[in-house]
Nanobody
Framework: QVQLVESGGGLVQPGGSLRLSCAASGSIFRIDAMGWYRRPPGKQRELVASFTSDGSTNFADSVKGRFTISRDNAKNTMYLQMNSLKPEDTAVYYC????????????????WGQGTQVTVSS
């Protein structure tokens, strides 16, 4: 069984910073792509930042220059450093991974975390 567990969300004032973590656990053979998505209140889920299968990164235009994404492959953990936060960054943030397990090493499936709330407000 694979689990993605996010942590690090909370309430922060505009201009502040937060660091989200996503720990993947279980019978993981290989993680291909991994990334962060968010669902703002009343809106659809959107990509925030991600690692593609070749290791390159993608960022939403709205977070470029403010957010950075990093990854510790040895720990199957991914981070999202969020700086200069704005009220419009308020959302539930989700971790996503496309990975294969030891039970099916040639099959890559999509997994999601349960989400962590980030609220930017004064």
């Amino acid at each position: 069984q694979v689990q993605l567990v996010e942590s690090g969300g909370g309430l922060v004032q505009p201009g502040g910073s937060l660091r989200l973590s996503c720990a993947a656990s279980g019978s993981i053979f290989r993680i291909d792509a991994m990334g962060w998505y968010r669902r703002p209140p009343g809106k659809q889920r959107e990509l925030v930042a991600s690692f593609t299968s070749d290791g390159s990164t993608n960022f939403a235009d709205s977070v470029k220059g403010r957010f950075t994404i990093s990854r510790d492959n040895a720990k199957n953990t991914m981070y999202l450093q969020m700086n200069s936060l704005k009220p419009e960054d308020t959302a539930v943030y989700y971790c996503h991974a496309e990975l294969a397990t030891y039970q099916a090493m040639n099959v890559f499936r999509h997994y999601w975390g349960q989400g962590t709330q980030v609220t930017v407000s004064s």
